[in-house]
């Protein structure tokens, strides 16, 4: 079959480069449009932006004469959206008007009421959403969000838990990379010899998020799955990384070997159908007590599977264990791209 | 009055600098004797150490030769200990026998059952335990201990709380300076780019050497504070001051605005008899939801305050709040200096 | 005698933070004016600011009101520009028409042929230039400007080798703090792992003003030293305290022991008239083959001093050593503080 | 043809871990020796190594047992060695003298008179050493030594303008990445918002090594290149990739385009024979004043080859330029491999 032809928005971003490299050789998708805004539009790629990843800037991405951010000059039906929260609302309305398939990791929708936040393992079904939002909103297209960072990761590992014992209460404390920020994001004195707590904002989405995408779809409507989450957040001096210390509450009991048995089985629709970006074990369990670490493990299944170790008994709940993800592969680019992944499987997009 | 002679046990580690540097200049005490290991014994100080600390080795410390570690050497009767774990309780208990006092920052003796685990501000009335501590063991002097470097700042925070309200439970997690593994300590490639999680040991002390400190002290015996914490810790790559970001579940039910006049209030023995190195205030409140931060507060009371702040609503428990306090001052040296400098108020030593 | 009242320009920012920092407690100083851009006209400084600093920002100067950047809106007639390099040229010149003095910290007049460039120990006959700057461009003030940070420290390591033995060649790379670059300065993604080559605007600069501030001043012309030097700039992940590694050719050859003679007999204008800001010694050699190094030397003579080490000889020219100093203290602030204190002392002001 | 079997001397260590990390999945190499002292010999491979780096330890190896580090014990001929300097002429040597084919990392024989210092590039015919060296040394085996992390770069970016212009002086200052010191190497205190000079024989290596590789060999002798080199070595807060800052004067004159042109057309021995670890281009030019970064570009060509740019005048000699290389896979295990497969194709090894 002929590749997909898609899209960046903000392409010349932190997240925006971390989408085309993930999709510049992709199996299914072909990158046709890179939109960006009028600082950008008219140049060459190559000339446009500030390339930091540590990966080399593929030539013909990098001959692509870079866009400008609006519907009449997107070729492709399927955008990714690495446009920042100020701007997101807006334009992934107006391209979602005009019939575009928005997949973003922007967070101004994620909450919406019609809107699927989908982490492919754990709620596809959630995409069926979309057929309520076309009409709720009038849009030919539509938008599906990919979590937060930290969400994604946390909910990664907890859902096998929920799935095998229930849930009743989760504390997370993070411990979160500087690239979650985006460039030129955290100054540098900021994090050197140094860590700066997170604004509440970040704390509030890691504590409604997973409810909602742990939760259910029926009739057309979301319902938030029942059990309540802290979280304290934190920056640190790590490039990428997300590293979280979760104690969790269980509504059964389970053992050590039990937990550690589940995450090792879990394998769901991503893995099942082998979607190209799906990793396999989606959930790697490391040993010993000082890993996971984001140096080491940042890069478990390419990036895409979310390292788990540490489990130890809590003192107050149930269990501690400690996990790790990269936050702007699954966390960011990489959920998104998945979720098209599923929805080109599913028949949504072709 | 003439100074106090006194001497360091452990001199050329980094807790041992710390000592030195603490106590220097201090208007109590005057350094006489330096102990270190025979690698280190008959060589001056200034030539046997490698300085790793921010501010000049002094003239005068620099020149005193290096003592062989044993009673027989030293001089003064008072002695701090920054000893490794793994020589402490041998050689502090040999000290003891042979009369001197021991204010020791090492963790062997810590939870004995006849040894005073002391934070001025919180339980001064433990050192009393010195004279069970003689009766039980033969020693002419006595050890008394001062608490690991994280609790010590998080009893700091709670204990105003708990004698306010009331205590249920604490989850604490914690991002903890590299000072606090000594020097060489952590290796670089682990803290570049990276975190590393905290041993499982370092945890424990954490969740059962605040229930002593905070616990009573009756009929030559101690007993449990009567709440329980959950503790995750973390090292990063950070020089000094450690963070710890807590949630708390009171016995009683309070605001915010009577937390922090709980917090601002807090003037205890060492405040009311202006002990030399006694910080006033000794819990500092800070304000904006980026802190507290160890680069910036970690100096709050000349390193041996507590900083306080991001008080928050908990979804769990009651209260969320981010404490940060120096470790390697109040967590390790100073904690003893301060425990000695009562023990002089009170008369124990002369 | 009463203080003399004292304003910055650019007050905000890094920079401006720091000569804050510096002047607040100053004998002869009194700040009274606060100066910024119209985002924080009119607020109360405490307010309007990110303190960034490691000492807290001072009651006192927290409760000014913040004055827009204008000639109308200053008492003070001495002013410490800290303004950026994009706005400094107009505003200081709007400044000094009107009677100001200015003492800046900004690059734009440092090689203007009429504006003395000046390190107290240095050339402090530069400051004669000013009768003709005042002619020449019919200003009521003047401007006088401390040297870029890099230059600085190199200027105080190289002079005391000029003025015994001459200099031929000087090859000079840099590894530069952070701070170097203000606030929010070089992004925390980019020196996390990593370090930044400076652009070349940097090199050129510290290849041109040692030369004007080792010249000469006749006839009210300044005349470039007669030497070469080659600049490599580069940022890595330190805070404050740049780090230069020298080769040099002298033109009258010296041992080993004549230069630390050399360097340890160094006392100048502002030793001798023991001006407040003076560090004396100026500079200080450490030794050992792995000093100096930012963490432990950049505070000697409390940031004002210049510390060298390192002494060994080059195989292409005479010999080889390592100097490190502050950046921001004396680099920047401390450095036009340091020129102002002169000309009070020489009664330029009064 | 079936694979070469290959062991490992100083297998548990970091340079250890790299050769095996590059050796593992060899087209032409087997791990089947995994070598060290009597602490893990007996161990599997999986329990006695402390693992660092970021790929997974591949189960294949994680399960050979380790064998104590004598030539009764190694059943491969060709050995790599990743000992410390200490242990490894004795070692070596007696490796060596049981028939084996000792690629060395480690420095003792590099300056040896009858030992090969080699870059495949560079100087493929000190190979031939070889012969005189089981001559002179009565060895059945032989000795090849891989460069100094430092050298191997600067002489990879030399060689081309010194083959196509001829050097006279050669000035370099580093900016060292901390994995070059091995683990547990230098301390995170030492690091973290710091910098550390190297020791001076670092220096000393950087300035020697290159003239042996670079020289000559005519009857069983090698002669030096004749040219000076000035080195300044530093350790600064990176992982991986060394950063070398140089100014060099060519005996030819040259222009920036004949510089760059020299640098994109070198293709030497092991390009052509497209050996399987040969990097193609070997000199990878960046473009742009803030390139090369370690981050970004220590991995050009799969880490074996050199990044080169920011070419620019030099104030006192011809040209600067910067460069950049990976230190631990060309510089350390990368290198020995490439010298092995060299001497496999040769004929040597078979």
Redesign the interface.
């Known amino acids: 079959m002929s590749k997909i032809p898609v899209g960046i928005l903000g392409a010349t971003g932190?997240v925006g480069q971390r989408f085309i490299q993930l999709v510049s050789d992709h199996p299914w998708f072909q990158v046709t449009d890179l939109l960006a805004s009028e600082r950008s539009a008219g140049k060459r790629y190559g000339d446009a932006v500030n390339w930091?990843?540590?990966?080399p800037l593929p030539t013909d991405i990098a001959n692509l004469a870079v866009k400008l951010s609006e519907p009449a000059q997107a070729e492709a039906q399927v955008l990714f959206s690495a446009l920042p929260s100020g701007q997101a609302r807006e334009q992934e309305s107006a391209f979602a008007t005009a019939g575009h398939y928005i997949f973003s990791n922007a967070s101004p929708y994620r909450m919406a009421a019609d809107v699927p936040l989908v982490i492919t393992e754990v709620n596809p079904d959630h995409l069926g959403m979309v057929r309520h939002q076309r009409a709720n909103r009038g849009w030919e297209g539509f938008v599906v969000c990919n979590a937060n960072c930290t969400t994604t990761h946390l909910v990664c590992a907890l859902h096998p838990l929920y799935e095998a014992f229930g849930i009743e209460?989760v504390?997370v404390?993070t411990?979160q990379a500087?690239?979650g920020a985006g460039?030129?994001?955290?100054?540098?004195?900021?994090?050197?010899?140094?860590?700066?707590?997170h604004?509440?904002g970040e704390e509030n989405k890691v504590?409604a998020e997973p409810l909602k995408i742990m939760g259910g779809f029926e009739e057309g409507q979301f319902s938030d799955a029942d059990f309540?989450?802290?979280?304290?957040c934190?920056r640190?001096?790590?490039?990428d990384g997300h590293?979280e210390?979760v104690?969790v509450e269980l509504s059964n009991k389970a053992s050590e070997q039990d937990i550690i048995e589940v995450f090792k089985s879990y394998r769901k629709l991503p893995q099942e159908l082998n979607l190209p970006s799906a990793p396999d074990p989606a959930v790697v369990v490391v040993e010993g007590?000082?890993?996971?670490?984001?140096?080491?493990d940042r890069?478990v299944g390419g990036g895409m599977a979310t390292a788990v170790g540490?489990i130890?008994p809590?003192?107050?709940?149930d269990w501690?264990f400690?996990l790790l993800g990269h936050n702007t592969i699954r966390g960011a680019g990489g959920g998104s791209i998945l979720n098209a992944e599923l929805m080109v499987h599913e028949g949504y997009i072709s």
Chains 1, 2, 3, 4 share one sequence.
């Open positions: 932190a930091i990843l540590d990966t209460k504390f404390a411990l500087s690239s460039y030129p994001g955290i100054p540098s004195l900021d994090l050197i010899d140094n860590i700066v707590p604004d509440y504590q309540k989450i802290s979280a304290h934190h640190v001096a790590v490039t590293f210390a104690s007590m000082f890993r996971p670490q984001p140096r080491l890069m540490r130890r809590c003192n107050l709940f501690r400690s």
